[in-house]
């Protein structure tokens, strides 16, 4: 029939087909590539600056506000790597997935860290009400580790069995790795403030001069698990943060704030106890060598020795600090991700800022205890030992001697002793 062979106009679709092509450019979002990056560039900037300035406004609160934020970024770094390990479709079979790590968490917390704050805690009523719970601290914690030990055994469900222990292992060896490392942290800062701020310093110094090194020299790569690394700008940075540990440990060894160690968790920047420098941070003289001290026409230099320690700290963070950050790397490409969280906008999450930290930390820890720390023990130290450790008799005993030692002396009269021991009988 001929309405039936009457071809269709093709002009007709044309404009369809132009039209939909049109919207669909319309809707399609012009993505600006430089535009990106300027705004990252900018997010970056500012929010470096916001944790700048918030950082240093928490150095001037004191021994406490630091150690809080350290236990702030171990859980949050926590958080950060058990989330990359979990898969929710599994997750949602196993209600106390997620529990059990929280609980491994706040009771690995709980063991390291209150142990620490308990012993600079010298007010004589506080130590009376933890004295009992002190006196049994491990075995109390080992009794919480035995109950979600317990839990996890009876919590273990057929066709899981692999992600549940794989979820375990994952658990127990982000403890060690974070929360372990941040508590020999919390005990560089109580050992003085300086110890935290130089090492923690000194690895974004080297970030800093490995990234400028490496624009303006880097020629040859480094490690293939971060491409962007080159050997000179490995080898520069290590160079121009061993300048820089010099210049920031002379500035901030002038401080007794900074380098005297905690008495107690209520010391600011505007209100903190004086004490008898560490040796370390004490000028001393030096023999130089003899053919040295012939071709510079010195014969000694006078220096103080946290100098030498700081360019030791420098050449940690300049080699070896950088590959907890290639291992980090590493994990993420293992997960197929590009940043561990979104915690700090502009540069992921707080794993991201803090790789390197870690290992930087615990270094310093057995370096200060090895080389630095002194024998010295504090009056808050000796007050614990004999709360925690002797019974009321023993107690009363040591008061008796202490005032005898003291009329002795010549610090009390006799009549003084007399009176205190009728009150004591």
């Not at 993505?31 to 990056?37: D, I, L």
């Not at 996890?152 to 057929?158: A, I, P, R, Y």
């Not at 941040?182 to 490995?210: E, R």
């Not at 808050?380 to 002795?408: C, G, H, P, T």
Request: positive net charge.
């Amino acid at each position: 029939k001929p309405e039936m062979s009457t071809p269709t106009s093709p002009s007709k679709p044309e404009p369809k087909t132009a039209e939909v092509k049109h919207v669909k450019e319309k809707k399609a979002p012009v993505v600006n590539e430089k535009e990106k990056k300027k705004q990252a560039f900018v997010t970056r900037t500012i929010w470096s600056l916001v944790m700048l300035f918030g950082f240093f406004i928490l150095l001037q609160l004191g021994h406490f506000p630091l150690i809080l934020f350290v236990v702030l970024c171990q859980i949050l770094i926590f958080k950060e790597i058990i989330t990359m390990t979990l898969e929710p479709a599994r997750d949602k079979n196993l209600p106390y997935n997620k529990f059990l790590n929280w609980y491994f968490l706040i009771a690995t917390v709980y063991y390291l860290d209150g142990e620490s704050i308990v012993g600079f805690l010298n007010e004589v009523h506080m130590l009376s009400m933890l004295m009992l719970w002190y006196k049994n601290h491990k075995m109390v914690l080992y009794s919480l580790y035995l109950a979600g030990f317990i839990f996890f055994v009876s919590t273990l469900k057929k066709g899981f069995y692999k992600f549940q222990f794989a979820q375990l292992c994952a658990s127990h060896m982000t403890l060690v790795i974070v929360v372990f490392q941040s508590h020999l942290i919390i005990d560089n800062i109580l050992s003085g403030i300086f110890w935290f701020f130089l090492p923690l310093a000194l690895v974004i110094v080297n970030d800093i001069f490995a990234y400028l090194c490496g624009i303006t020299f880097g020629r040859t790569q480094l490690i293939e698990i971060s491409p962007k690394k080159t050997v000179e700008g490995f080898l520069g940075a290590w160079i121009c943060t061993g300048f820089a540990a010099v210049v920031i440990s002379y500035f901030l060894s002038k401080s007794d704030y900074l380098i005297c160690p905690a008495t107690n968790l209520h010391t600011t920047i505007y209100n903190y106890p004086h004490c008898e420098p560490n040796p370390v941070f004490i000028s001393q003289l030096y023999q130089l060598p003899a053919n040295i001290a012939e071709t510079v026409g010195i014969d000694v230099i006078f220096f103080k020795p946290v100098y030498f320690h700081a360019a030791v700290l420098a050449t940690f963070a300049s080699l070896i600090a950088p590959f907890g950050g290639f291992f980090a790397s590493g994990l993420k490409r293992a997960f197929g991700i590009k940043d561990f969280g979104d915690t700090i906008p502009g540069h992921g999450g707080m794993t991201d800022r803090f790789d390197c930290q870690l290992l930087m930390g615990l270094f310093s820890y057995l370096y200060i205890q090895t080389f630095i720390a002194s024998l010295n023990i504090s009056l808050s130290k000796l007050l614990q030992m004999a709360v925690f450790n002797l019974s009321n008799e023993q107690i009363l005993q040591l008061v008796k001697a202490l005032l005898k030692y003291l009329r002795a002396s010549g610090t009390i009269e006799q009549d003084t002793l007399e009176k205190v021991f009728e009150l004591l009988a």
